[in-house]
């Protein structure tokens, strides 16, 4: 039935033919052009290169701040293990862990 109704359907006039047009209009150019013709005698200002620098310097703070995040979530104790630890100390101001052997 759907189908009866799709083909039964009129179509709008598409006016005149739009293939008869001798050539489409340009595309508007971003930034009036100028990303395609730079400046030849350009170069980086100073404060250009440090903003950059900056930049990347940030990025490798980021990544070495998840790293270590991950390192140490894999390696370091869990908090099950951390409380368990406080929990067994002995004595107020006793660290947990092994204790040191007496050399005498």
Do not use: C, K
């Not at 400046?39 to 940030?58: I, T």
């Not at 701040?65 to 630890?85: E, M, W, Y």
């Amino acid at each position: 039935m759907a189908g009866g109704l799709l083909l039964g359907a009129e179509l709008p006039d598409p006016g005149p033919a739009l293939a008869a047009d001798p050539v489409p209009a340009p595309a508007p150019v971003p930034y009036g052009g100028a990303l395609d013709a730079p400046d030849p005698g350009g170069s980086f200002a100073d404060e250009q290169v440090l903003e950059v620098a900056m930049l990347g310097l940030g990025a490798v703070n980021g990544l070495a701040f998840a790293g270590v995040v991950i390192v140490s979530r894999l390696r370091g104790s869990s908090a099950s293990a951390t409380r368990r630890a406080l929990m067994a100390r002995t004595g107020r101001g006793v660290p947990s862990g092994p204790r040191p052997r007496d050399l005498h």
